[in-house]
């Protein structure tokens, strides 16, 4: 994300003008804005035009301020709509109706919101931060099934699901097997040539259950050369087998867990996330009573002085309740000024998805805490 102007004091008023660079930045916009926030931005409208020969319409490009009261977000469209109150004077919108603004990859826009906490500071600089990008590729796949992942710093895309029905193996239909699995195979390497940027991929991981992994991975180097694909001969090194359970998203959760993998994405957001959950699941089997999930007992045990490792997810900081969202951003500054670490993991990455499933908060502790295990506690509202 580029950020053109900034001008806010922490826990203070203030305004940014930023533009979207690619589809992981419409997430931090998500992230990002919430109701009650002004984004100013251009909109398009059709407008009747009396011309003498009938009434015409036409597209009218306005720029408009509006207070959020609703906010969408498409990911597989890479597009925010934000419904709320047109605050600007025009002369095609009436002031206070409601509009629609859209907001698009490669279209600035200006933010002003009440207060920027320090959660909004920390998304905002790992928006911009350039290292921060979709740095793996991973190819789920298995006979007649493959998807293909992009894997962000803070998203997990599905750029693309190839499924095919195919014949047995086994009798007068195995030519037709024959001919089905070649054309699945060809539709997965022409979705490997569209969607995996070479110029930003780090890693191609070829992974799933069974042969189907090796096969297409031989495959995948006969028909670039065959065909002469440059970016895919160039970097044939950076293209590796892995073993997975499945060619489903879940499973990507073990593919990165992989030493191999983990390896070559070890200064990526998603890695480190994936590491802590399973550091979280080994506390928890260990020694529960230095492994707590769920509101209550994470921020009980934070009073404490007690957590080593934060883990929480940034589902809960999308909420409208100022008073519980600012409890949220205190206990991740809390734990870091007494020498933790915090993680704010993503709802988009699969680790993210698990750790929702747990409450969307959970802890490592510095010492155990049996007499807390043990006691129900309600988290306040």
Partial sequence: MKLIHQSYVKNGAGEIKVVPE?????????????????????????????????????????????????VEFDPEGSSIRLKGRNLTECEHIKLGAYHTLELEPQRAFSLAKPCWDALDIERLRSACDP???????????????????LVGSSTTLVRA??????????????????????????????????????????????????????TFKTYLEAEAVRRDVRP?????ASIITAQASSAYKHSLKEVLALPAIAGKIKDTKAAREVAALQEFYA??????????????????????????????????????????????????????????EALLFSSMHVSGEQLNNLSGIAAVLRFPLPELEDQEIVEEV
């Fill in 232 to 236: 895919l001969i160039e970097n044939k």
């Fill in 283 to 340: 506390m928890l089997g260990a020694d529960s009573s230095r492994a707590f999930y769920g509101p209550g007992h994470v921020l009980a045990a934070a009073e404490l002085g007690a957590i080593q490792t934060l883990l929480i997810s940034d589902k809960l900081f999308r909420i409208n309740n100022v008073a519980k969202r600012k409890k949220y951003a205190d206990l991740v500054e809390g734990v870091r000024e007494a020498g933790g």
């Fill in 161 to 214: 699901k190839i499924e095919a029905n195919l014949p047995r193996k086994r009798g007068p239909a195995v030519a037709g097997y024959d001919k089905a699995f070649d054309k699945f195979m060809d539709q997965v390497f022409g979705a490997v040539v569209r969607h995996v940027d070479w110029s930003i991929v780090k890693c191609l991981v070829i992974a799933g259950p069974g042969f189907a992994k090796d």
């Fill in 22 to 70: 690619e589809a992981e930045d419409m997430w931090h916009v998500f992230n990002l804005v919430r109701e009650g926030d002004r984004v100013t931005g251009t909109t398009f409208r059709k407008v009747a035009k009396d011309s003498g020969t009938g009434a015409e319409s036409e597209r009218v490009k306005i720029r408009l301020t509006i207070q959020v009261e609703g």
């Fill in 131 to 149: 290292q921060a990008s979709a740095d793996l590729a991973a190819l789920l796949i298995t006979e007649g099934l493959a998807h293909l992942c």
